[in-house]
């Protein structure tokens, strides 16, 4: 599925039917790193069944946008009543720095296991950030799950250093970031070539020029 997503000739259809394919892969794999306990059910002939059921309070999924709405479906069709926020963080153009220009989480979201989702991480910067807006939210570190499509060793090294217990799950890591702070090899840009949008004049991703720092 990467061999189709990264080939520059690949379709848009193509491109966001594999997309979605490895979005569930990826979610589904990211539950199975949630709390469970012990639990009995009995099933309709009368017998106990020794299982396991979820020992928190709620899931809620939260997507640095724009590329990480993309992987919303994916969450909501393995996760029953879901609850979703939002962030949207943009890199300054002049300092180069990511700063924060929306935020929608919901209530109560302390009490939560979060889902965080960007579809490619470059340097981590975005992603650190939006870890750190939901640390202000009172979330617990260790609660936190970040999701990503694609990530670059620098990203990786970046947000596990400085959040050493929060659980990184990606599909694939690259080596390089290069001087545009693209992803080498990459997958080019995910939320241009989802939406069928026209690529930035500079060429950089939209989603990892965010993560700029």
Do not use: W
């Not at 259809?13 to 949630?34: G, V």
């Not at 300054?92 to 929306?102: I, K, M």
């Not at 990530?151 to 970046?158: F, L, W, Y």
Request: aromatic share 8%; net charge negative; charged share 25%.
């Amino acid at each position: 599925m990467h061999t189709i997503i990264r080939d520059k000739e690949t379709s848009r259809d193509e491109f966001i039917f594999y997309s979605k394919r490895l979005m569930r892969l990826l979610i589904e794999h990211a539950l199975s790193f949630l709390p469970f306990q012990d639990c009995v059910v009995q099933t309709p002939q009368g017998q106990d069944y020794a299982g396991k059921c979820y020992a928190g309070k709620q899931i809620t999924g939260v997507s640095i946008l724009r590329a990480g709405e993309t992987m919303e479906p994916a969450l909501r069709a393995v996760c029953k009543d879901v609850r979703i926020g939002t962030i949207l963080i943009q890199t300054n153009q002049l300092t180069g720095e990511p700063e924060l220009h929306y935020l929608r989480l919901p209530k109560d979201i302390s009490d939560d296991h979060v889902i965080l989702m960007d579809c490619t991480v470059s340097t981590g910067a975005a992603a650190m950030m939006a870890v750190r807006v939901l640390l202000d939210h009172d979330v617990p570190e260790d609660k936190i799950f970040l999701l990503s499509l694609l990530m670059a060793e620098m990203g990786v090294h970046s947000v596990a250093y400085a959040f050493p217990r929060v659980r990184i799950i990606t599909t694939a890591v690259d080596k390089r970031v290069n001087d545009l702070f693209r992803i080498i090899p990459g997958i080019g840009n995910f939320g241009d070539r989802y939406f069928g949008t026209d690529a930035a004049p500079d060429g950089s991703d939209e989603e990892e020029a965010a993560s700029m720092s």
